[in-house]
């Protein structure tokens, strides 16, 4: 069966610290991937997808940059972390944009 | 582009029927999904309706489509303390990625 690990669960980062937040696969090929951010009032933000190794499409113009090094690695980064980056991050894989997407226990963010 | 609305709270009392509303621009929707999330968790999927149909119903879920007006609901039958939650709608068409809603967080009151 097909599982998802995101990790870590809690991060705390200073500040203009950089940031790397790691999301893997497990029993599928070929995952299409998302990032997703939380935030209070906001609802789901798409913040990355990508259908393939090395392929990334950036929804929403930021302080952040996800690279996708491996078939079922998705990992989302920032040089420099702001205030307004803290919230709760998602990844999610589905077998193609229109199926059922399935998500990761998420990463709560705070940046202070 | 493309938009999902939702009202964000809703609260009912325990055995009441619950209904989750939302409205959506894409008129080349395939596919509407309602997603829970739990506190402190990832979201899963509870439901999912085709474009070209009308409503589904699965056991106490209850989804209703209305094309025409672009507005999906979600009702619960005989709410639980545990179906409280947030519950998100989000759309789907062609190759591009699901776009969500806000979510309702729904409170069941004992």
């Known amino acids: 069966s097909q599982t998802i690990h995101q990790w870590p669960a809690t991060l705390v980062q200073p500040v203009g610290s950089p940031l790397s937040l790691e999301c893997t696969v497990e029993g599928t090929s070929n995952p299409n991937l998302y990032w997703y951010r939380q935030a209070a009032g906001r609802g789901l933000q798409l913040l990355f997808y990508s259908v393939g190794i090395g392929q990334i499409s950036s929804e929403v113009p930021q302080n952040l940059s996800a690279s996708r090094p491996q078939d079922r690695q998705f990992i989302l980064s920032s040089k420099k972390l702001l205030l307004s980056d803290s919230g709760f991050y998602l990844c999610?894989?589905?077998?193609?944009?229109?199926?059922?997407?399935?998500f990761g226990q998420g990463t709560r963010l705070t940046v202070v | 582009g493309e938009d999902v609305e939702q009202s964000l709270f809703l609260s009912v009392r325990e055995g009441d029927s619950s209904v989750i509303n939302c409205t959506y621009t894409d008129s080349s929707s395939t596919y509407l999904y309602w997603y829970k999330q739990e506190p402190g968790a990832g979201l899963q999927l509870l439901t999912y309706i085709f474009s070209n149909m009308d409503m589904k119903q699965d056991q106490r879920l209850t989804v209703l489509l209305n094309k025409k007006d672009k507005h999906l609901s979600l009702r619960i039958a005989d709410t639980q303390t545990g179906d409280s939650a947030i519950y998100f709608c989000?759309?789907?068409?062609?190759?591009?990625?699901?776009?969500f809603g806000k979510g309702t967080r729904l409170s069941v009151i004992a």
């Open positions: 989000a759309d789907v068409s062609g190759n591009t990625p699901l776009v």
């Open positions: 999610a894989w589905t077998t193609t944009p229109a199926a059922e997407a399935f």
